[in-house]
């Protein structure tokens, strides 16, 4: 490591975090429990909202909430150590499993391998069994577990493509089973990403690979949580524009936000942004801006999530419906949430489709209202009933906000993946759930990662002082 | 004695028939110089009786959480009271010269201070050691020549000390060997038969070794009637209480296993009035039995005393020659009907008897 | 065939004993426990008009089959409900509090569950892999309350003995073959339910089937996987106790033996000892 004049100096280390979204608290959580020395702590955050991609939002009259951007939290801790819900543990928030069974195909409910052969023939049903082997042979629980640890995953020959894997599924009907029950989760297409990643998406509707679980009272209690915890100077709307070397040899960071501008100098940065936020971030110097520049474009496989919220006067669905969620296969695979049974005993009924990949992308681009009509002509339920109850509706666009191939085609090393340029820019840092699973947990891993990474950074900095 | 535990119908019966048998043939003995045919039951039943209650009172004790250093004291205790309670009685009752005859009284001391001993060994050693001392009795009065220390039927010591010793070991009126087989066996039958819950498998027991004992004394009897010879010599004695002969020992113990396993069966149990009743008096002999004990003394043996100091006669000159049998048996029976009314009336106002004072002292 | 009047045609009632029996009456359904050869028998029936169970001797447990068509949501709703209605009716004739009744909902089955009674409400084609799912559910599930409730009973005795974990006394040796049967029991006890806890604690299978489904939501109702514990945890606590407890009773014994034969020795000596100072004595007042 080089040394550094600038952290040689006996005052408080000055650390600069971009985004306000989970990534970005996440590093300022982990940050303030892996130090053991004082430091200045700046949070920058474009918009005038913390949270980023978790976002619990309120709809019609009566103000109900439901999840407007990330749906719920992955339970890990039935394979090893799950962070995230040491966290929410520790946070003191409450938690409610979350499950679901069904893929409604052709208007019919198929939650277990009995109904699928009654609808889709026994080879169908067979040919989901050799599938599901197949998938559990190339991942047992422990290497899904592992997959996002250093070394975890087996590095696959780049462009092989989850599409390809599927193809070997010799019936239609199974595939397209199979497709619909992991497209929104996956939030793209088959044929762009992974074998591994699609194989984690499909596994995780297995209860010995994952559990889903969401917060009670909502998964912005997280966030609002974080935020009364974290120690950090909150910078709401400023958008940061400059990344620069000063001449003292810090950070400088330039920011502008809709009273002012200006600049700021820091020790050092940590860039908690999703990448088309980090497209808009100038660097200079020829050397970070070719590193940034190569850092995107490894992450660079944009995904798609596409939220439509509907409130109804009452859950007329719960009949068919009893689970947290079903797969649907309008929209080209779209998971439907009974968003009221968060809420036990409302009295209101309220869905939540989470569109994902190309569909979600060329939906995003029609009007609210053109929307909120599809989603009840999709309705796998009493499509007269629906209109006459339905009461509100919301939409939430959140195109190129994860990652079809997290953790990039060719892994790296966790400090590779948090370093864009570590030479001659070793202050520099990235956090982000794109580096590992485009999930929660996986930015926690990430802001976890880097947190340390700078602990170690500030002790041997101080050492050499000394 | 009071065992001040959970009462067992049982023992406060079969202390009322040492009580009843007791009185009737001191008084007849005393009065009328009658020697009834139930004599010698009385005191084997006191003795073995107080082995058993000596159990009973140790559980309440422990029952009530008290430490057993505790216990052990309070046992000591009550042995020196009636040790002493003894001694007196001989001086006061009977005669000065009397003090060292080792009565009953001081006997049921010994015995009882013993018992914190004997309560330690596993029951097949404390009849071992029971079998030992009933077999070195005889042994042992033969070494001592115990018809040395009796005149005319009456025990009668120098006050020296080998004699005194000797009159507890041996000699005396109640000696150690053999009279200490009954409490200890006494508490061996108490603990069988009240300490477990399965009793049914106990009482079995109980009256196999009491029907074992009384074939023994049987055949005792039966060999030194026919066959003599067979017998060593210390086993020759008849059913003879004074010296206790080997069969009377068996005997009475046997008898009193026996009756106390068997008496359970047969006694009204449930809460119809001849039940209560029973219980009843069974209860207020039994609870007073030691106050019984000193007051018929007084009762009947004092007046002989004053009566022929009145008359200017040697103190004992209406000793066994006071009344007729009749009218001893009488005196007897209305004691007895005097004394349960007295009792009666004690329960009823609180009045202390001398086991109160014993347990206000002792424990 | 149906008894119940308000059930649709077609509905069916078994009455299932589970029993050990080498030829038992009746055909035999499942074989629910391989270790003690345990087998579910459906009994022969009266036809009857409520859901009392119970009925017939050797009957665990009767299951209602009852065909849905899978067309009418509604009506198949109205018939649950009602259906649970009378379930909460029959629970109450036969006891005070009963515990009411627990409806299952899974995509084409309905499962409604009262001690003693399962209703099943799905398609015909279904009833043979539910009935099997249920009944070995209702088995393993009953066979955890029988220990539990053998657990029970055994806990005021382990009260009573609890001192006799930390030693043993002369008194307390009588109670030796008590505690051997209650050591055999206990011991029985768990050996009962380290056979049940697989099945107890099955995994989800994965992709699910009907009858997986169906056996899951019924154990994760039952609680089991929590009741399992804590009956583990109660008996691995009485087990330690009654293992205790004959511990000390063999060290007891043992140390009982040495003692007896001192004590013999001592008693033997004491004797000896006495018949001298006799001797001793007697030669002093001769003198």
């Known amino acids: 490591m080089l040394p550094d004049p600038s952290l040689a100096r006996p005052r408080i280390p000055s650390i600069a975090v971009l985004g306000g979204g989970p990534g970005g608290l996440f590093t300022a959580w982990s940050l303030q429990r892996a130090l053991d020395r004082p430091v200045h702590l700046e949070l920058y955050e474009a918009s005038a909202r913390l949270g980023g991609k978790v976002r619990t939002a309120r709809l019609g009259p009566r103000g109900v909430p439901y999840e407007a951007g990330a749906a719920e939290l992955y339970d890990y801790s039935a394979l090893g150590e799950d962070p995230l819900r040491e966290l929410v543990a520790e946070l003191g928030l409450a938690t409610r499993p979350m499950e679901g069974h069904a893929v409604v195909v052709g208007g019919r409910f198929l939650a277990n391998l009995d109904d699928l052969e009654s609808a889709l023939g026994a080879e169908a049903a067979s040919a989901l069994r050799r599938f599901d082997a197949c998938a559990q042979d190339r991942l047992s629980p422990a290497e899904f577990f592992a997959a996002d640890l250093e070394g975890g995953s087996a590095s696959e020959a780049p462009g092989h493509r989850f599409s390809a894997f599927l193809d070997r599924v010799p019936s239609r009907g199974a595939r397209r089973f199979v497709e619909t029950l992991i497209h929104s989760d996956l939030a793209t297409e088959p044929e762009r990403t992974s074998v591994g990643y699609g194989l984690q998406n499909y596994l995780m509707n297995d209860p010995r690979y994952l559990k889903l679980y969401s917060i009670e009272g909502g998964n912005e209690r997280l966030i609002e949580a974080l935020a009364q915890r974290v120690r950090a100077e909150l910078r709401l709307e400023h958008e940061v524009l400059r990344v620069s070397r000063a001449p003292s040899g810090r950070l400088r960071i330039a920011w502008r936000s809709p009273r002012s501008s200006g600049e700021r100098e820091h020790d050092l940065v940590v860039l908690a942004l999703p990448l088309e936020a980090l497209r808009r971030v100038a660097f200079e110097g020829e050397l970070l801006r070719a590193a940034l520049a190569r850092h995107i474009a490894d992450y660079d496989h944009p995904a798609h999530y596409l939220r439509l919220t509907l409130l109804f006067e009452r859950p007329f669905w719960r009949a068919r419906l009893q689970d947290s969620y079903a797969m649907l296969e309008a929209f080209g695979g779209a998971c439907l949430y009974d968003e009221s049974s968060r809420t036990p005993g409302a009295g209101y009924g309220l869905l939540g489709w989470l569109l994902g990949g190309e569909a979600a992308r060329a939906h995003a681009k029609l009007d609210d209202a053109t929307l909120l009509s599809r989603a009840l002509e999709e309705l796998p339920f009493e499509g007269a009933l629906a209109r006459e109850l339905f009461v509100a509706g919301a939409v939430h666009r959140w195109s190129d906000a994860v990652n079809a191939i997290p953790g990039g085609e060719v892994p790296r090393s966790h400090a590779r993946r948090h370093q864009p340029e570590p030479h001659a820019h070793p202050e520099l840092f990235v956090v982000g759930d794109y580096l590992f699973d485009s999930t929660l947990n996986g930015v926690l891993d990430s802001a976890d990662h880097v947190a340390h990474a700078i602990a170690a950074r500030l002790a041997e900095s101080s050492e050499e002082a000394a | 004695?009071?065992?001040?535990?959970?009462?067992?119908?049982?023992?406060?019966?079969?202390?009322?028939?040492?009580?009843?048998?007791?009185?009737?043939?001191?008084?007849?003995?005393?009065?009328?110089?009658?020697?009834?045919?139930?004599?010698?039951?009385?005191?084997?039943?006191?003795?073995?009786?107080?082995?058993?209650?000596?159990?009973?009172?140790?559980?309440?004790?422990?029952?009530?959480?008290?430490?057993?250093?505790?216990?052990?004291?309070?046992?000591?205790?009550?042995?020196?009271?009636?040790?002493?309670?003894?001694?007196?009685?001989?001086?006061?009752?009977?005669?000065?010269?009397?003090?060292?005859?080792?009565?009953?009284?001081?006997?049921?001391?010994?015995?009882?201070?013993?018992?914190?001993?004997?309560?330690?060994?596993?029951?097949?050693?404390?009849?071992?050691?029971?079998?030992?001392?009933?077999?070195?009795?005889?042994?042992?009065?033969?070494?001592?020549?115990?018809?040395?220390?009796?005149?005319?039927?009456?025990?009668?010591?120098?006050?020296?000390?080998?004699?005194?010793?000797?009159?507890?070991?041996?000699?005396?009126?109640?000696?150690?060997?053999?009279?200490?087989?009954?409490?200890?066996?006494?508490?061996?039958?108490?603990?069988?038969?009240?300490?477990?819950?399965?009793?049914?498998?106990?009482?079995?027991?109980?009256?196999?070794?009491?029907?074992?004992?009384?074939?023994?004394?049987?055949?005792?009897?039966?060999?030194?009637?026919?066959?003599?010879?067979?017998?060593?010599?210390?086993?020759?004695?008849?059913?003879?209480?004074?010296?206790?002969?080997?069969?009377?020992?068996?005997?009475?113990?046997?008898?009193?296993?026996?009756?106390?396993?068997?008496?359970?069966?047969?006694?009204?149990?449930?809460?119809?009035?001849?039940?209560?009743?029973?219980?009843?008096?069974?209860?207020?002999?039994?609870?007073?039995?030691?106050?019984?004990?000193?007051?018929?003394?007084?009762?009947?043996?004092?007046?002989?005393?004053?009566?022929?100091?009145?008359?200017?006669?040697?103190?004992?000159?209406?000793?066994?020659?006071?009344?007729?049998?009749?009218?001893?048996?009488?005196?007897?029976?209305?004691?007895?009907?005097?004394?349960?009314?007295?009792?009666?009336?004690m329960d009823r106002h609180g009045r202390r008897g001398i086991e109160d004072l014993m347990r206000w002292l002792c424990d | 065939m149906s008894d119940l009047p308000n059930l649709p045609a077609g509905s069916e009632r078994v009455a299932i004993g589970f029993t050990a029996e080498e030829a038992p009456s009746g055909a035999v359904l499942l074989l629910v426990d391989a270790a003690t050869k345990r087998r579910a028998v459906a009994r022969a029936t009266e036809p009857r008009e409520s859901f009392t169970p119970g009925a017939g001797a050797g009957v665990d447990l009767e299951l209602w089959l009852v065909p849905t068509s899978g067309e009418s949501r509604e009506e198949?709703?109205?018939?649950?409900?009602?259906?649970?209605?009378?379930?909460?009716?029959?629970?109450?004739?036969?006891?005070?509090?009963?515990?009411?009744?627990?409806?299952?909902?899974?995509?084409?089955?309905?499962?409604?569950?009262?001690?003693?009674?399962?209703?099943?409400?799905?398609?015909?084609?279904?009833?043979?892999?539910?009935?099997?799912?249920?009944?070995?559910?209702?088995?393993?599930?009953?066979?955890?309350?029988?220990?539990?409730?053998?657990?029970?009973?055994?806990?005021?005795?382990?009260?009573?003995?609890?001192?006799?974990?930390?030693?043993?006394?002369?008194?307390?040796?009588?109670?030796?073959?008590?505690?051997?049967?209650?050591?055999?029991?206990?011991?029985?006890?768990?050996?009962?339910?380290?056979?049940?806890?697989?099945?107890?604690?099955?995994?989800?299978?994965?992709?699910?089937?009907?009858?997986?489904?169906?056996?899951?939501?019924?154990?994760?109702?039952?609680?089991?996987?929590?009741?399992?514990?804590?009956?583990?945890?109660?008996?691995?606590?009485?087990?330690?106790?009654?293992?205790?407890?004959?511990?000390?009773?063999?060290?007891?014994?043992?140390?009982?033996?040495?003692?007896s034969l001192e004590w013999v020795i001592i008693v033997l000596l004491a004797g000896q000892t006495i018949l001298l100072l006799v001797e001793l004595l007697a030669g002093y007042g001769a003198a």
Request: proline share 6%.
């Open chain 3, 76 to 259: 198949e709703e109205l018939l649950v409900e009602a259906l649970r209605a009378e379930l909460a009716a029959a629970g109450e004739r036969d006891r005070a509090a009963p515990p009411p009744p627990v409806v299952v909902a899974l995509q084409s089955a309905y499962v409604l569950w009262s001690p003693g009674v399962l209703v099943l409400l799905s398609p015909r084609e279904r009833w043979l892999a539910l009935r099997r799912a249920a009944i070995d559910a209702a088995f393993v599930i009953g066979e955890l309350r029988a220990i539990e409730e053998a657990v029970e009973a055994t806990w005021p005795e382990l009260e009573a003995d609890a001192s006799l974990a930390f030693e043993s006394s002369e008194r307390a040796l009588p109670r030796r073959d008590e505690l051997r049967a209650r050591f055999s029991r206990v011991l029985a006890l768990r050996m009962r339910l380290s056979r049940l806890a697989p099945r107890a604690l099955l995994p989800h299978v994965h992709p699910p089937t009907l009858a997986s489904q169906l056996a899951e939501r019924l154990r994760e109702r039952a609680r089991l996987p929590e009741r399992l514990e804590h009956l583990r945890e109660k008996l691995e606590l009485q087990f330690q106790a009654v293992e205790l407890a004959s511990q000390r009773f063999s060290d007891y014994a043992l140390a009982r033996t040495g003692h």
């Open chain 2, 1 to 345: 004695m009071n065992s001040g535990s959970s009462r067992y119908l049982e023992i406060d019966v079969l202390r009322t028939l040492a009580i009843f048998s007791m009185v009737f043939v001191h008084f007849c003995e005393n009065l009328a110089g009658v020697t009834p045919p139930f004599t010698g039951f009385g005191a084997p039943l006191f003795a073995f009786l107080s082995g058993a209650s000596y159990h009973l009172w140790r559980s309440a004790q422990e029952r009530r959480g008290r430490a057993e250093s505790e216990i052990a004291k309070a046992t000591i205790r009550r042995g020196l009271f009636l040790l002493g309670l003894g001694f007196a009685f001989n001086i006061f009752v009977w005669l000065p010269e009397d003090t060292f005859n080792w009565d009953v009284l001081s006997f049921l001391g010994v015995a009882w201070m013993s018992l914190e001993l004997v309560r330690r060994w596993p029951l097949p050693v404390l009849a071992f050691a029971a079998l030992v001392i009933y077999a070195l009795s005889p042994v042992a009065r033969g070494i001592a020549d115990y018809p040395a220390y009796w005149t005319a039927g009456y025990f009668d010591p120098d006050l020296c000390l080998s004699d005194v010793l000797l009159g507890a070991l041996v000699t005396g009126y109640f000696p150690l060997l053999p009279w200490i087989v009954y409490p200890w066996v006494g508490y061996a039958i108490g603990s069988t038969l009240f300490g477990t819950a399965e009793r049914a498998g106990s009482a079995r027991l109980a009256q196999r070794s009491g029907t074992a004992l009384v074939v023994v004394a049987g055949t005792l009897l039966f060999l030194q009637q026919r066959w003599p010879a067979l017998l060593p010599r210390g086993a020759r004695d008849a059913w003879t209480m004074f010296p206790p002969s080997l069969a009377y020992v068996a005997g009475s113990l046997g008898l009193a296993m026996l009756v106390l396993a068997w008496l359970p069966r047969v006694l009204p149990n449930g809460d119809h009035r001849t039940a209560r009743t029973l219980q009843l008096v069974a209860r207020t002999f039994s609870r007073h039995a030691l106050t019984l004990y000193l007051l018929h003394h007084v009762v009947h043996l004092w007046p002989l005393w004053i009566a022929a100091g009145l008359d200017g006669e040697e103190p004992t000159a209406y000793w066994r020659a006071a009344s007729s049998t009749p009218a001893a048996g009488l005196l007897a029976a209305c004691f007895l009907i005097a004394s349960y009314a007295g009792l009666r009336w």
